[in-house]
């Protein structure tokens, strides 16, 4: 009597089971999906598997979610297309109906529908990728950002930071993100640097070292140190003080501008130093220069002492 009842018992328990259990395959049509009911509190909250006929030939297998709301919103999304339309198996996170076609040639794409705000320094993180360092112990993360640089509503304002933190710290971007790196793609920058801190600058091919706005091929902020220097001049060597045609100021001349001006002829002042700074080239060219005529100076009074050497001895000699 008791086999029986246990026979019974188990038989109405296998046919309380869900059929799924049995079958090889659930054949479903695109008006339909499943749907995981998690909670009726005030608007609901739930998630579904479900598919869509995107056209062309292209069909999608998506996963929404959606709390406190009637709406769904796709969460993950695997495209399934013909061979003529592409991107087939590729898989997008967060991203809809009307966003998909944008990203249909990636294997791999994450969008975050999250706007950003308008207000300089707003943010807004699309993904993140980050490990443990050891068991128990800190998680670092590299976190790809939208930021906004200057105050606006369009992409001409914003840029793409890429940073490090480490658990929930060093998480605001231009402030405190650890070794970053960011993209203007309106005004042609790339920059590096270190929470606050700009290291580095690459706008339209000029590169700046501690400048963030370069206006030359390099400009440093700093002292730079090397093993060789190579320099390039663009004009005429300054041999040509040599030439025969040479007009050699006379010292009387030269005397008379340093006394109205304070520094040598052809050669700028410390005003102008300080506000336009040195080029090398072209300085290396007028020291040359003012060395060749001193040489020639020293030439020409090396004459006359020897002239009045002569003369000296000529008289000593009577």
């Given at each position: 009597m008791?086999?029986?009842?246990?026979?019974c018992?188990?038989?109405?328990?296998l046919?309380?089971?869900?059929l799924?259990?049995?079958?090889?395959?659930?054949?479903?049509?695109?008006?339909?999906?499943?749907?995981?009911?998690?909670?009726?509190?005030?608007n609901?909250?739930?998630?579904?598997?479900y598919?869509?006929?995107?056209?062309?030939?292209?069909?999608?297998?998506?996963?929404?979610?959606?709390?406190?709301?009637?709406?769904?919103?796709?969460?993950?999304?695997i495209?399934?297309?013909?061979?003529?339309?592409?991107?087939?198996?590729?898989?997008?996170?967060?991203?809809?109906?009307?966003?998909?076609?944008?990203?249909?040639?990636?294997?791999?794409?994450?969008?975050?529908?999250?706007?950003?705000?308008?207000?300089?320094?707003?943010?807004?993180a699309?993904?993140?990728?980050?490990?443990?360092?050891y068991?128990?112990?800190?998680?670092l993360?590299?976190?790809?950002?939208?930021?906004?640089?200057?105050?606006?509503?369009?992409?001409?304002?914003?840029?793409?930071?890429?940073?490090?933190?480490?658990?929930?710290?060093?998480?605001?971007p231009?402030?405190?993100?650890?070794?970053?790196w960011?993209?203007?793609?309106?005004?042609?920058?790339?920059?590096?640097?270190?929470?606050?801190?700009?290291?580095?600058?690459?706008?339209?091919?000029n590169?700046?070292?501690?400048?963030?706005?370069?206006?030359?091929?390099l400009?440093?902020?700093?002292?730079?140190?090397?093993?060789?220097?190579?320099?390039?001049?663009?004009?005429?060597?300054?041999?040509?003080?040599?030439?025969?045609?040479?007009?050699?100021?006379?010292?009387?001349?030269?005397?008379?501008?340093?006394?109205?001006?304070?520094?040598?002829p052809?050669?700028?002042?410390?005003?102008?130093?300080?506000?336009?700074?040195?080029?090398l080239a072209?300085?290396?060219?007028?020291?040359?220069?003012?060395?060749?005529?001193?040489?020639?100076?020293?030439?020409?009074?090396d004459?006359?002492?020897?002239?009045?050497?002569?003369?000296?001895?000529?008289?000593?000699?009577?």
């Amino acid at each position: 009597m008791k086999k029986r009842i246990f026979c019974c018992g188990f038989m109405a328990v296998l046919l309380s089971l869900p059929l799924s259990v049995f079958s090889q395959s659930i054949n479903l049509n695109t008006s339909e999906s499943i749907t995981f009911l998690q909670s009726n509190y005030e608007n609901g909250y739930a998630t579904k598997i479900y598919s869509t006929d995107d056209g062309g030939g292209v069909t999608s297998l998506r996963f929404g979610t959606r709390g406190n709301t009637t709406a769904y919103t796709d969460a993950l999304l695997i495209r399934v297309a013909d061979a003529t339309a592409g991107g087939n198996g590729n898989v997008y996170v967060g991203l809809n109906s009307s966003k998909s076609s944008t990203y249909k040639d990636s294997k791999f794409g994450v969008y975050q529908s999250q706007l950003l705000g308008s207000t300089k320094g707003n943010y807004t993180a699309i993904a993140t990728f980050g490990g443990q360092t050891y068991s128990g112990n800190n998680t670092l993360k590299e976190t790809l950002w939208l930021f906004r640089e200057t105050a606006g509503s369009t992409w001409t304002t914003a840029r793409l930071h890429n940073g490090i933190s480490v658990d929930n710290a060093f998480v605001v971007p231009g402030s405190t993100t650890k070794t970053w790196w960011e993209r203007d793609p309106n005004d042609n920058i790339q920059s590096w640097g270190n929470e606050a801190n700009t290291y580095m600058t690459l706008k339209s091919g000029n590169l700046g070292i501690g400048v963030t706005n370069p206006t030359r091929k390099l400009e440093v902020n700093g002292t730079i140190r090397a093993k060789e220097v190579i320099v390039e001049t663009t004009g005429s060597w300054a041999d040509y003080v040599f030439d025969k045609d040479y007009k050699l100021p006379s010292l009387a001349e030269v005397e008379n501008h340093i006394k109205e001006y304070q520094h040598l002829p052809e050669i700028p002042s410390a005003a102008e130093v300080n506000t336009n700074g040195v080029n090398l080239a072209e300085m290396n060219v007028k020291l040359l220069q003012k060395v060749e005529e001193l040489t020639l100076y020293i030439i020409e009074q090396d004459k006359s002492i020897s002239l009045l050497k002569e003369e000296v001895d000529l008289l000593k000699s009577k």
